[in-house]
């Protein structure tokens, strides 16, 4: 079978790159969108909160609310799609492998694919709790999906490990479905997740948040009975005689994600050890021609809005890279990044005829900071320079290369993003 374009994977990024790509000129019918679970939208099915499509609808619904507004928006242009159906992987000659009711074992030849495929969460094993393994033990993304989607508790008194927004939320689900949640522990000495979300979901709910604090054991044989939890040195390391026995029939730890990008193993794509995601230009197209990317499986996002952002990106890459397959960049441009900065992304700029102009460089840090100032090197000379004032590792930074900073960043085999901390200074903001 084949298909000029293939998006694999059907959450915002997927649905919203679909329409992007129609919005460019590309015929509905040219796309397929394959998707493993039973139905379109990915990780905004289990969201029941509120708080998604703030930039891109202009007011703020359900994760459910949007994905039903896309996969409306997909029906009602004919875009075909398949559920049910798992890509087993992709190669360099951008035929992939799906096994799918409706076509059975196949492989579809695309010109062009989409890699959407989003993340996944961590397993427990990165956590190395001591003590037995019995039921009653989950991932807060398994959690959040069992109670909001199939409508089971995981028990009925949980301690949670971890305060990323994802456990915040959970915890907080659990007691307004009638459970309790003896506390959420933290080993940082500060939350993982938002401070909105500290005050929304813990503090409003009186669930008590341990900082300092760790799981280090759990106890039970079929079924879980208690944890032991113990404050932690500024290495995580428990602190002896502070250990606590809590009684609990359940426990859910978050312990991050990393974008799902084992199906492109065979396909030559370079992966950034830091995003875990692929090596991508200014249009998310990676180091293989005509395999793009974008969403969660480029790099972890908090917000759907810069998910919306690449996915349009993308949709409009995927129209220019149709038009002209055999267009070969004039030069690339590599970004490095100072070791305040924990990723970049794009990781190069390729300049075709049309230069690289109006691009957008996002980029995270890796703590907490009070008065930052981001600037752009090129051969040791500054380029670019923006007050950021206050920024921590869950905001994502941007930097639009306006037409003057392209004109300055020609010619450069390679740019460094910098942060540095400044004493005193004003807390500007004016570019994200
Ligand atoms: C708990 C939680 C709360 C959040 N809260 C907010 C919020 O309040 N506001 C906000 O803006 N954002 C929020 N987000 C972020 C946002 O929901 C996600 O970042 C977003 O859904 C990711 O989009 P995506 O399309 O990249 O991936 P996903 O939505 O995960 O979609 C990827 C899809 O690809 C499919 N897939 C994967 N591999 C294959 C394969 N091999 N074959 C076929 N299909 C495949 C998956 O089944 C999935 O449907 C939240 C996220 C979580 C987890």
Redesign the pocket.
Known sequence: MNKRIVI????????ICALSCCQNGIEPSDILI????SEL????N??I??????NYLEEVVT?TELASMLSDAIRQLEIEYITD????FVDKQKRIR?VSPKYGYCTIKAEAIVL????REKTKGALQIGGTRPAGVFS??AV?RIVNLKGYMPGKKTVVLGSG??AM??ARRLVLEGGSVACVCEPKEYAEGSEEHVAECLENFEIPLYYSTTVTKIFGKERIEAVEIAKVDKRGKAIKGTEQKIKCDSFVYQCG?VP?N??IKETGIRLDTRTRGAYVNQYFETNVKGIFT????VR??????F?VEEAQIVGESVKKYLDNKTAKPISTVRIKNSDKILYSVPQHLDEYDEGIEDCVIYFRVNGKYDNLLITLKKDGEEIYSREKGKMSWLETGKILVTKELSEKIKGAKEIIICAQEKKNGNDTDNNS
């Open positions: 694999i994977g059907s959450g915002p990024a997927g649905l394959i998707e493993r679970d939208g990915g990780t905004l289990q969201c909160h509120s708080g998604f499509g703030k994760g159906s798992t890509v087993l799906v959407a495929m989003g993340c807060a993304g959040q927004d994802l939320i959970v994600l799902e084992e199906i974008c969403g969660n499986a972890i996002h908090d917000l759907v809005d998910i």
